[in-house]
T-cell receptor, first 114, second 111 residues
Framework: QQQVKQSPQSLIVQKGGISIINCAYENTAFDYFPWYQQFPGKGPALLIAIRPDVSEKKEGRFTISFNKSAKQFSLHIMDSQPGDSATYFCAASYRGGTASKLTFGTGTRLQVTL | DGGITQSPKYLFRKEGQNVTLSCEQNLNHDAMYWYRQDPGQGLRLIYYSQIVNDFQKGDIAEGYSVSREKKESFPLTVTSAQKNPTAFYLC??????????FGEGSRLTVL
């Protein structure tokens, strides 16, 4: 059962453009929504995360927008750069214990062209 | 530097053989995890451990086994019972319900 749906599967953006990746979740108990960035052959790295008590969080060129009523959240990359080319995963978890049992989306492969 | 070390980075296995993937962390994190990554399927949780000498099955535990004898170490054994073991395996750790910190991964190929 896929509890976090991510789209698009791949994305091509020109340098300087805005990259937008969307995720939707089903479990209303989820209360932690991180985004991970993964380069080929490497492990994912935490990029930015949000909790549902805020609708937006910005860190540098990266912004998470969160819509609790629609059960959707998205990642916006402003002024996209070739170095941003990577696979991005959204994820979600809930405070079900002391472990971060994240459920991941299927990933979006972003390519930023010159 | 603090981090998570996975070894080996690449591993080849013949059908019917068990293999063990190593994961060591020096972040003093209580919780550790193993994920499997396949193209187009994201990351799926195999096992996780919240404290030493305790671990729980994730979503795809069949054909895998783990141990947690030390806080720093969480090895994963891929047994011959795992029907499709070729994948990229990722170990991670965390403090309580915080974000996960991942290792560099181990790529297992069954010949």
């Amino acid at each position: 059962q896929q509890q976090v749906k991510q789209s698009p599967q791949s994305l091509i953006v020109q340098k300087g453009g805005i990259s937008i990746i969307n995720c939707a979740y089903e479990n209303t108990a989820f209360d932690y929504f991180p985004w991970y960035q993964q380069f080929p052959g490497k492990g994912p790295a935490l990029l930015i995360a949000i909790r549902p008590d805020v609708s937006e969080k910005k860190e540098g060129r990266f912004t998470i927008s969160f819509n609790k009523s629609a059960k959707q959240f998205s990642l916006h990359i402003m002024d996209s750069q070739p170095g941003d080319s990577a696979t991005y995963f959204c994820a979600a978890s809930y405070r079900g214990g002391t472990a971060s049992k994240l459920t991941f989306g299927t990933g979006t492969r972003l390519q930023v062209t010159l | 530097d603090g981090g998570i070390t996975q070894s080996p980075k690449y591993l080849f296995r013949k059908e019917g053989q068990n293999v063990t993937l190593s994961c060591e962390q020096n972040l003093n994190h209580d919780a550790m995890y193993w994920y499997r990554q396949d193209p187009g399927q994201g990351l799926r949780l195999i096992y996780y451990s919240q404290i030493v000498n305790d671990f729980q099955k994730g979503d795809i535990a069949e054909g895998y086994s783990v141990s947690r004898e030390k806080k720093e170490s969480f090895p994963l054994t891929v047994t011959s019972a795992q029907k499709n073991p070729t994948a990229f395996y990722l170990c991670a750790s965390s403090i309580r319900t915080g974000g996960l910190f991942f290792g560099e991964g181990s790529r297992l190929t069954v010949l």
